[in-house]
């Protein structure tokens, strides 16, 4: 997979939030095989340092990181949150959010596009969150998108790819853009799905993190990802609402 | 003065950002600045003056999704 010049073979994203502690969270991006992390931007307390502490442990990890505009719910405020992260992140990745909807957090995709132009125009590379939507998606790609992060089911919702028609006519309509699906997946089976449908990759936190066992669901989704890429490029077969036999009809004994 | 600092008011002595981070205790942490709603970068932070009740926001590395 390509996104904005760099080879990744991962087709597994991992988010860090919300692990059982510092040490599950390391043990589950080696788990996962990951290339790519998500972070974030938070206030900073000059007495506790948090941050100090996570960005060591980041570091450390040797992959990429994917800095987000998690929270923001207008365009001032997600390229401000950009910009700040580009310079302390040091990369000109952006997994752009702006939020529309309290409930569900579906992006705000009006936002979505002026803040991925204005980001663009700056010379960030960006991975807007968005929807299904094909005009949505049509005009990202026109603001200077390169990579598109379609959503699954709403933000740590675990149901999955909630729209497969919408999704399906996504991916088709626009063949070769990288296409990440970003949020609502659940388990592994449908991180394979996407897959299997010919999405790029997908991005997982809350799914790993609030496992009972994230190391281990961690190993799975790399699992699930490999095995759902084989069968993209393996060929599904089509399904149909009748049965046909399987074994040979020719032949069969009259008795 | 008094400004707002990640959302509580402190009094500070200093008046350009990067002042007011030494100040504050931020010394040489990784963090990104806005003042008032506007990025300031490392470079910019000596220049960047702070006035009484303007809003200073720090950030630094968290986990994300």
Known sequence: MKVYGIDLHSRLLLGTAGYPSPAILTQSVKASRTEVVTVSLRRESSGERAGQGFWSLVRDLDVRVLP????????????????????????P??????????????????????????????????????????????????????????????????????????????????????????????????????????????????????????VEMAGAFASAVEAGRAAYLAGPMEPRDLAAPSTPVVGRAFL | MKIRVNGVWHDVVCSDVASVLKELGYGDAVVATALNGVFVSVGSRPSARVSDADHLEILAPMQGG
């Open chain 1, 68 to 91: 987000n505009t998690a929270g923001c719910h207008s365009v001032k405020e997600a390229v401000t949150t950009a910009q700040m992260a580009r310079e302390v992140f040091g990369t």
């Open chain 1, 93 to 214: 990745w952006i997994k752009l959010e702006v939020i529309g909807d309290n409930d569900t957090l579906q992006p705000d995709v009006f936002g979505l596009v002026e803040a991925a132009r204005i980001l663009s125009a700056e010379g960030f590379q960006v991975f807007p969150y968005t929807t299904e939507d094909l005009v949505v998606a049509d005009r990202l790609l026109e603001a200077g998108c390169e990579v598109l992060m379609p959503w699954g089911a709403p933000i740590a919702s675990g149901r999955g790819l909630n729209n497969l028609f919408g999704l399906k006519a996504l991916r088709a309509r626009f063949p070769s853009t990288s296409m990440i699906i970003d949020a609502g997946i659940g388990v592994p089976s449908h991180a394979a799905q996407a897959l299997e449908l010919g999405f790029d990759a997908v991005l997982v936190n809350t799914a790993v993190a609030q496992a009972a066992r994230p």
